[in-house]
Nanobody, 114 residues
Framework: QVQLVESGGGLVQAGGSLRLSCTAS????????MGWYRQAPGSTRELVAT???????NYADSVKGRFTISRDNAKNTVYLQMNSLKPEDTGVYYC????????WGQGTQVTVSS
C-alpha cells in the first residue's frame, strides 16, 4: 500500500502562482511514475503532468510553459509549480503514484479567481 498526502492548494488571483507538494509513504518502489491530475466541477479527471523516477516529464498542452513538475526521490515527494494561473485551472488536484498498483491522494483544491 502507498499513501499520498498533498498540500499547497488555495485561492489565488489570475496570473498568480501556487506550488503543490505530494509526499508518498508506505511500500514505495523505485522506477515509479508520479503525477498530478485535476478535476473541475462537472468534468472528468484529466492529466496535468507526470514525471518518471528518472525525471522524464509529460504535460497537458493546456499547462505547457506555465506549470513545472519536479520530484525529490530521496523524500518521495513530487512538486507542481503553477505560474500564470488562469480561472480554467480551477479544480481539485490529485496526486498519483504508479508502479505496482495505482494510488491517489485525497486531493487539494485550487481556485483561481478572475
Amino acid at each position: 500500500q502507498v499513501q499520498l498526502v498533498e498540500s499547497g492548494g488555495g485561492l489565488v488571483q489570475a496570473g498568480g502562482s501556487l506550488r503543490l507538494s505530494c509526499t508518498a509513504s508506505g511500500n514505495i518502489l523505485s522506477m515509479n511514475v508520479m503525477g498530478w491530475y485535476r478535476q473541475a466541477p462537472g468534468s472528468t479527471r484529466e492529466l496535468v503532468a507526470t514525471i518518471s523516477y528518472g525525471a522524464n516529464t509529460n504535460y497537458a498542452d493546456s499547462v505547457k510553459g506555465r506549470f513545472t513538475i519536479s520530484r525529490d526521490n530521496a523524500k518521495n515527494t513530487v512538486y507542481l509549480q503553477m505560474n500564470s494561473l488562469k480561472p480554467e485551472d480551477t479544480g481539485v488536484y490529485y496526486c498519483n503514484y504508479r508502479r505496482v498498483g495505482n494510488y491517489w491522494g485525497q486531493g487539494t483544491q485550487v481556485t483561481v479567481s478572475s
